[in-house]
Structures are given as structure tokens and as C-alpha cells.
Antibody, heavy 118, light 108 residues
Framework: QLQLQESGPGLVKPSETLSLTCTVS??????????WGWIRQPPGKGLEWIGS???????YYNPSLKSRVTISVDTSKNQFSLKLSSVTAADTAVYYC??????????WGQGTLVTVSS | EIVLTQSPATLSLSPGERATLSCRAS??????LAWYQQKPGQAPRLLIY???NRATGIPARFSGSGSGTDFTLTISSLEPEDFAVYYC??????????FGQGTKLEIK
């Protein structure tokens, strides 16, 4: 079945850029009807949608993060990626990737904790 | 931006009891609402889509209802594994996806 796996550094320094990759297995990222999304969850808090991308490269971003977020897709590797610039401690969170359709996000990756600290 | 407000923030019940969780949208989302369950240390799992449809593999004790701005997730008889945090998410303008702040269902 479809599986997603996040990867990337677990520690990022303040003011630097957070970079994560989501690898999709068991299916093609180029499937029509699906977007691919990033969601984050600060420790002990709720879920925040970051943004989503279509295999063609079309993107949608959370307005509150739009100035700092870039999501890209590499169909040859069946991966999509997140870059978040100028990070602060407030960006410390578990970052999830997930397949998205009109019904919702399903399935999700297991998540990866990214801590912003010097 | 559509804002989702979930209530209560915390719900304390015993196994076997009925749970009723609420999600209210700041404007109509038609029936485009999803519910997720999140257990500690795990990723969220899609439970309900389009307000009232169970996702694959979700037990029949979970049901959703509502349309427009008011939605309800009901668990008819709580099992020990149902104690978790539940989030609603509007899907009316997907792929943008606002989440509610969550309801924690805890054992009384």
C-alpha cells in the first residue's frame, strides 16, 4: 500500500533554512487527483497545514507561512520537498507529509521532529 | 480564512459511554469536512470524510453528521483504544486545509 516517509535534519539553527523530503512508495506521485501536503504540529499543540503541491508543480501555501515556504516535487525520484526559511524556535515541530485529495489527508507519514536551536 | 472551533477542548468519559464531539465552522463548508484521530506518538488517521462517510477500516461505532457550519463526531460506545485527540478539518477549498484546535477524549 502507499507509504510516505519524511527525512531530513532533526536540528536546525535559528535564521537558517529547514529542509525536509518526503519519499512516496507503493504508488506514483504523478497520480492524477492527488495533491501532496506538508502539515506540522508543535509539541503539545494542534495541527497546522503548511502547503500542498501537485505533481505538475502547482502549489498552495498557508498564508501565514507563504513568505518563508517553498514546496517542490521531483517525479523522477517520487519525492516532494519542503523548505522553510528564516526559522525560529516557533518552527520547532513534528513535520508530517501526507497524500491529499478532496476527502482529506490519507495516508500520512510517521512524522519527523525538527528542533530549532543554536 | 475559514476558522474551525471544536468543543469541548477536553471530554472525560468512561469506556462504554457515548461520546459527542462538535466542530463549528465560521462560514459554510457544505459537507466538506473531515475528522481525524491522533493517538500519542502517532500520525493522525483519517476517520470521516464528507462529514458522514467512514474511511476505509474505520469501525461502525464512529459516525459523523452535519452540514453547513455545524458538525458532530459521535462514538457510540467507547472502546479503550478510542481515547485520543480528534481534529476536524474543512475541505471546502482544498487543497487548502484549515484544522480545528482539537478535542482530547480522556478516560474518566
Amino acid at each position: 500500500q502507499l507509504q510516505l516517509q519524511e527525512s531530513g535534519p532533526g536540528l536546525v539553527k535559528p535564521s537558517e533554512t529547514l529542509s525536509l523530503t518526503c519519499t512516496v512508495s507503493g504508488g506514483s506521485i504523478s497520480s492524477s487527483s492527488y495533491y501532496w501536503g506538508w502539515i506540522r504540529q508543535p509539541p503539545g499543540k494542534g495541527l497546522e497545514w503548511i502547503g500542498s503541491i501537485y505533481y505538475s508543480g502547482s502549489t498552495y501555501y498557508n498564508p501565514s507561512l507563504k513568505s518563508r515556504v517553498t514546496i517542490s516535487v521531483d517525479t523522477s525520484k517520487n519525492q516532494f520537498s519542503l523548505k522553510l526559511s528564516s526559522v525560529t524556535a516557533a518552527d520547532t515541530a513534528v513535520y508530517y507529509c501526507a497524500r491529499e485529495e478532496q476527502l482529506g489527508f490519507d495516508p500520512w507519514g510517521q512524522g519527523t521532529l525538527v528542533t530549532v536551536s543554536s | 480564512e475559514i476558522v474551525l472551533t471544536q468543543s469541548p477542548a477536553t471530554l472525560s468519559l468512561s469506556p462504554g459511554e457515548r461520546a459527542t464531539l462538535s466542530c463549528r465552522a465560521s462560514q459554510s463548508v457544505s459537507s466538506y469536512l473531515a475528522w481525524y484521530q491522533q493517538k500519542p506518538g502517532q500520525a493522525p488517521r483519517l476517520l470521516i470524510y464528507d462529514a458522514s462517510n467512514r474511511a476505509t477500516g474505520i469501525p461502525a461505532r464512529f459516525s459523523g453528521s452535519g452540514s453547513g457550519t455545524d458538525f458532530t463526531l459521535t462514538i457510540s460506545s467507547l472502546e479503550p483504544e478510542d481515547f485520543a485527540v480528534y481534529y476536524c478539518q474543512q475541505r471546502s477549498n482544498w487543497p487548502r486545509g484549515t484544522f480545528g484546535q482539537g478535542t482530547k477524549l480522556e478516560i474518566k
